[in-house]
């Protein structure tokens, strides 16, 4: 090696000494705010979550005085007769109606969004695109802009205040996010399964039945639980469509609705725990839902962009 050369190596090592040990120094100190700030932000956040929803189950245990003296204090009897009284005052109906509506609208919505979404990932033919966006663009548009047309659509039909009525509208209304969801989720499972299917000679039918739709199971459960929790949360919807029609129509509120018929009834002679009981009623179910499937959910949410 030259003079110059090492001369102007030693130089360089000379101005790099001391400085190659302080930026892993200032990159960890950079990750250990970001890391305070995001756990910090994470954990104020699940407090403005959960803190309310305690504050709910807990006031469903007091009596309207203890509610009205203090709203934070602990109730003096755990006793669960005011669920009863919540539930003898409609709300089983009401979770019953729910149940019923959910239990044929959100299989319908997940057989015909799935068959949709496969056709439009798998097979190419003349407006497919454009058939793609028109349910893409279902997603974007407001519930609102098309109640008043809904609701002579389904007068016609004869089906106001019916089961059938409102699971139509919400398979309908669900259609454009599961297409838009499992379009995508399709898209990722490998192609040489569907070949080799067809090669050995199945059927459209039955390669989707057999052999593609197990294969999006993550998805479809992901999907699945979000068209849950929306059709059970609903309100909009069935307040427009689920109206006695006469005075020998009975009323098939479900429990959003349900909610506001027992705050109206109740009056002046309020009686706070037991809506705040059936609030949890109306609740509970969900939670329990979400958290069962907790896990399969995040899978089938990051398995499209993993694969």
Do not use: C
Request: proline share 6%; aromatic share 14%; no cysteine.
């Amino acid at each position: 090696m030259s003079a110059p050369l090492k001369e102007s190596t030693a130089a360089y090592d000379e101005r790099t000494v001391g400085k190659e040990p302080t930026r892993p120094a200032a990159r960890r100190g950079e990750g250990i705010a970001l890391n305070v700030f995001s756990h910090g932000f994470l954990a104020l956040w699940a407090l403005l979550i959960v803190l309310p929803l305690l504050w709910l189950v807990i006031g469903s245990f007091k009596t309207d005085a203890q509610i009205g003296g203090s709203a934070f204090g602990w109730p003096h009897d755990w006793s669960f007769d005011v669920f009863r009284r919540a539930w003898d005052k409609g709300i089983g109906d009401y979770f019953l109606n729910t149940v019923i509506v959910l239990v044929f609208s959100v299989p319908l919505t997940m057989l015909f969004g799935s068959m949709a979404a496969y056709v439009l990932a798998r097979y190419r033919f003349p407006g497919n695109r454009l058939l793609y966006y028109f349910f893409v663009a279902g997603a974007m548009f407001p519930v609102f802009l098309a109640l008043v047309p809904l609701f002579f659509m389904v007068k016609r039909l004869d089906m106001l205040n019916t089961y059938q009525g409102l699971i139509l509208v919400y398979v309908a209304y669900s259609m454009p996010f599961t297409v838009f969801f499992m379009h995508a989720f399709f898209r990722t499972l490998p192609t040489a399964v569907f070949e080799a299917a067809v090669l050995d000679g199945a059927s459209h039918t039955r390669t989707f039945f057999q052999v593609m739709l197990p294969m999006a199971k993550p998805g479809l459960i992901s999907v699945g639980i979000f068209n849950t929790l929306g059709q059970w949360n609903q309100f909009i919807l069935p307040t427009v469509l689920m109206q006695p029609q006469s005075g020998s129509d009975p009323e098939r509120y479900v429990l959003t609705q349900g909610l506001i018929q027992l705050q109206q009834q109740q009056g002046y002679a309020s009686d706070l725990p037991v809506l705040f009981a059936g609030v949890t009623i109306a609740m509970v179910p969900m939670l329990v839902v979400y958290l069962s499937f907790q896990r399969q959910v995040q899978a089938g949410l990051t398995s499209a962009t993993l694969k």
